[in-house]
T-cell receptor, first 111, second 113 residues
Framework: QKEVEQNSGPLSVPEGAIASLNCTYS??????FFWYRQYSGKSPELIMS????GDKEDGRFTAQLNKASQYVSLLIRDSQPSDSATYLCAVLNNYGQNFVFGPGTRLSVLP | DADVTQTPRNRITKTGKRIMLECSQTKGHDRMYWYRQDPGLGLRLIYY???????NKGEISDGYSVSRQAQAKFSLSLESAIPNQTALYFC????????????FGSGTRLTVV
């Protein structure tokens, strides 16, 4: 079983819609969770972090965390074609040594 | 200047050759990492270092070695490159507790022919 799982996609949404990206993790002791956006051939860039159960909003992005269900999600409101990228879920392992990444979900926002 | 600089950006090498990928950072962090990325497999940890004297293997360290020359420099070597080491390689650094995530370098695209 992979430690961090994501649907690989592609997830296609029309411009202006809400994109919902999901991630599950196996290490119940994990405390820190991050979402990265990666354009093709480029390095990942951090877009959201979340540490506590509930929602965290930053502009058009909302991260949601449910530690009991070991589930993290990212909502992108008013999706734009420029949001088309691969979104990586990253979980800081229980020992705080390194991040474990999911395989990423490819998002395509259609004009 | 970028916070994390990787060289070279692209490299094509032949099977059996030794190659070194270099990484330097200006964040002042002690923690540095090397990952490789393959389509569909995400980012996989090769080696990580918490200071100059502390180097640890990641999940896919076979065929690789590293050197931490200074706090700011962390190099990855392929002693005898093979085609399945063709991948995109990223260096990253983080604060002491990972609280702010990673800062990544721009990556090195390595092709072994």
């Amino acid at each position: 079983q992979k430690e961090v799982e994501q649907n690989s996609g592609p997830l296609s949404v029309p411009e202006g819609a809400i994109a919902s990206l999901n991630c599950t993790y196996s290490d119940r002791g994990s405390q820190s969770f991050f979402w990265y956006r990666q354009y093709s051939g480029k390095s990942p860039e951090l877009i959201m972090s979340i540490y506590s159960n509930g929602d965290k909003e930053d502009g058009r992005f909302t991260a949601q965390l449910n530690k009991a269900s070991q589930y993290v999600s990212l909502l992108i409101r008013d999706s734009q074609p420029s949001d088309s990228a691969t979104y990586l879920c990253a979980v800081l392992n229980n020992y705080g040594q390194n991040f474990v990444f999911g395989p990423g979900t490819r998002l395509s926002v259609l004009p | 200047d970028a916070d994390v600089t990787q060289t070279p950006r692209n490299r094509i090498t032949k099977t059996g050759k030794r190659i070194m990928l270099e990484c330097s950072q200006t964040k002042g962090h002690d923690r540095m990492y090397w990952y490789r990325q393959d389509p569909g497999l995400g980012l996989r940890l090769i080696y990580y270092s918490f200071d100059v004297k502390d180097i640890n293997k990641g999940e896919i360290s076979d065929g690789y070695s590293v050197s931490r020359q200074a706090q700011a420099k962390f190099s990855l070597s392929l002693e005898s490159a093979i085609p399945n080491q063709t991948a995109l390689y990223f260096c990253a650094t983080s604060d002491p507790h990972g609280a702010y995530g990673y800062t990544f370098g721009s990556g090195t695209r390595l092709t072994v022919v």
